[in-house]
Protein backbone atom coordinates (compact mmCIF):
# COMPACT_ATOMS: atom_id res chain seq x y z
CA UNK A 1 0.00 0.00 0.00
CA UNK A 2 1.64 3.23 -1.10
CA UNK A 3 1.97 5.88 1.10
CA UNK A 4 0.44 8.74 -0.87
CA UNK A 5 -3.23 7.60 0.01
CA UNK A 6 -2.48 9.34 3.51
CA UNK A 7 -1.48 12.44 1.78
CA UNK A 8 -4.21 13.93 0.16
CA UNK A 9 -5.42 17.71 -0.47
CA UNK A 10 -7.74 16.79 2.46
CA UNK A 11 -5.19 16.35 5.20
CA UNK A 12 -2.81 19.69 3.91
CA UNK A 13 -1.91 21.51 6.75
CA UNK A 14 -3.32 24.54 5.08
CA UNK A 15 -6.81 23.39 6.18
CA UNK A 16 -5.88 24.02 10.08
CA UNK A 17 -5.53 27.31 9.30
CA UNK A 18 -8.94 29.32 10.19
CA UNK A 19 -8.27 26.71 13.15
CA UNK A 20 -5.34 28.38 14.56
CA UNK A 21 -6.32 31.70 13.73
CA UNK A 22 -9.94 31.05 15.39
CA UNK A 23 -7.46 29.66 18.62
CA UNK A 24 -4.76 32.47 18.52
CA UNK A 25 -7.78 35.49 18.69
CA UNK A 26 -9.53 33.43 21.02
CA UNK A 27 -6.60 33.22 23.66
CA UNK A 28 -5.84 36.91 22.77
CA UNK A 29 -8.98 37.91 23.51
CA UNK A 30 -9.01 36.05 27.03
CA UNK A 31 -5.21 37.55 27.45
CA UNK A 32 -6.67 41.05 26.63
CA UNK A 33 -9.90 41.14 28.77
CA UNK A 34 -7.96 39.83 31.91
CA UNK A 35 -5.59 42.16 31.44
CA UNK A 36 -7.65 45.13 30.56
CA UNK A 37 -9.76 44.61 33.86
CA UNK A 38 -6.50 44.04 35.85
CA UNK A 39 -5.46 47.59 34.69
CA UNK A 40 -8.60 49.40 34.23
CA UNK A 41 -10.69 48.12 37.10
CA UNK A 42 -10.66 49.66 40.60
CA UNK A 43 -8.58 48.63 43.43
CA UNK A 44 -9.78 49.43 46.75
CA UNK A 45 -8.83 47.45 49.35
CA UNK A 46 -10.76 47.58 52.24
CA UNK A 47 -10.61 44.92 55.35
CA UNK A 48 -14.33 44.59 54.55
CA UNK A 49 -13.35 43.04 50.78
CA UNK A 50 -10.24 41.30 52.25
CA UNK A 51 -12.13 39.13 54.34
CA UNK A 52 -13.20 36.05 53.36
CA UNK A 53 -17.24 35.89 52.50
CA UNK A 54 -19.01 33.50 54.43
CA UNK A 55 -22.94 33.82 52.93
CA UNK A 56 -23.74 35.96 55.51
CA UNK A 57 -22.94 34.22 58.13
CA UNK A 58 -20.21 35.42 61.01
CA UNK A 59 -17.03 33.83 61.05
CA UNK A 60 -15.92 31.06 63.74
CA UNK A 61 -12.97 29.30 64.25
CA UNK A 62 -10.72 27.77 61.62
CA UNK A 63 -11.38 26.27 58.01
CA UNK A 64 -9.27 23.99 58.38
CA UNK A 65 -11.21 21.77 60.96
CA UNK A 66 -11.11 17.83 60.31
CA UNK A 67 -14.78 17.08 57.81
CA UNK A 68 -16.55 13.61 58.29
CA UNK A 69 -16.01 11.58 55.14
CA UNK A 70 -19.42 10.02 55.18
CA UNK A 71 -21.18 13.47 53.04
CA UNK A 72 -18.07 12.90 50.32
CA UNK A 73 -18.89 9.34 50.37
CA UNK A 74 -22.71 9.64 50.06
CA UNK A 75 -22.26 12.44 47.39
CA UNK A 76 -19.32 10.11 45.18
CA UNK A 77 -22.19 7.21 45.39
CA UNK A 78 -24.88 9.28 44.34
CA UNK A 79 -23.28 10.40 41.66
CA UNK A 80 -22.10 6.18 40.71
CA UNK A 81 -25.54 5.36 41.23
CA UNK A 82 -27.22 8.36 38.93
CA UNK A 83 -24.70 7.29 36.21
CA UNK A 84 -26.38 4.19 35.77
CA UNK A 85 -29.71 5.77 34.91
CA UNK A 86 -27.87 7.64 32.42
CA UNK A 87 -27.02 4.59 30.60
CA UNK A 88 -30.29 3.42 30.82
CA UNK A 89 -32.09 6.08 27.74
CA UNK A 90 -30.44 4.57 25.20
CA UNK A 91 -31.83 1.05 26.17
CA UNK A 92 -34.94 2.33 26.88
CA UNK A 93 -34.82 3.89 23.03
CA UNK A 94 -34.02 0.91 21.56
CA UNK A 95 -35.32 -1.51 23.73
CA UNK A 96 -37.43 -3.25 20.65
CA UNK A 97 -34.49 -3.55 17.87
CA UNK A 98 -31.80 -4.79 20.43
CA UNK A 99 -33.72 -7.67 21.45
CA UNK A 100 -33.12 -10.24 23.80
CA UNK A 101 -29.39 -9.97 24.21
CA UNK A 102 -30.38 -5.94 24.59
CA UNK A 103 -32.10 -7.62 27.44
CA UNK A 104 -30.01 -9.69 29.00
CA UNK A 105 -27.24 -7.09 28.63
CA UNK A 106 -28.85 -4.56 30.44
CA UNK A 107 -29.87 -7.36 32.95
CA UNK A 108 -26.00 -7.94 33.89
CA UNK A 109 -25.52 -4.54 33.91
CA UNK A 110 -28.35 -3.72 37.06
CA UNK A 111 -26.88 -6.97 38.64
CA UNK A 112 -23.32 -5.44 38.67
CA UNK A 113 -24.35 -2.53 40.13
CA UNK A 114 -26.67 -3.88 42.80
CA UNK A 115 -23.88 -6.45 43.52
CA UNK A 116 -22.02 -2.81 44.27
CA UNK A 117 -25.03 -2.03 45.98
CA UNK A 118 -25.19 -4.73 48.37
CA UNK A 119 -21.33 -4.32 48.95
CA UNK A 120 -21.57 -0.74 49.90
CA UNK A 121 -24.28 -1.38 51.91
CA UNK A 122 -22.52 -4.11 53.44
CA UNK A 123 -19.34 -2.10 54.75
CA UNK A 124 -21.73 0.40 56.11
CA UNK A 125 -20.73 3.30 54.16
CA UNK A 126 -24.44 4.49 54.22
CA UNK A 127 -24.74 4.57 58.06
CA UNK A 128 -24.42 8.15 59.59
CA UNK A 129 -23.98 6.67 63.47
CA UNK A 130 -20.42 6.42 64.14
Known amino acids: MPLNIFL ?3 SS ?3 YL ?3 IQLVFALGLV ?3 IWGSDKLGPKRKTSDKLQNFESGIEIKGN ?3 PMAIKYFLVAILFVLFDV ?4 FYPYAVNFRSLGWDGFIAVILFVASFLAGFIY ?3 KGALKWED
Open 8 to 10: TET
Open 13 to 15: AAN
Open 18 to 20: PIV
Open 31 to 33: FTI
Open 63 to 65: ARQ
Open 84 to 87: EVIF
Open 120 to 122: IFK
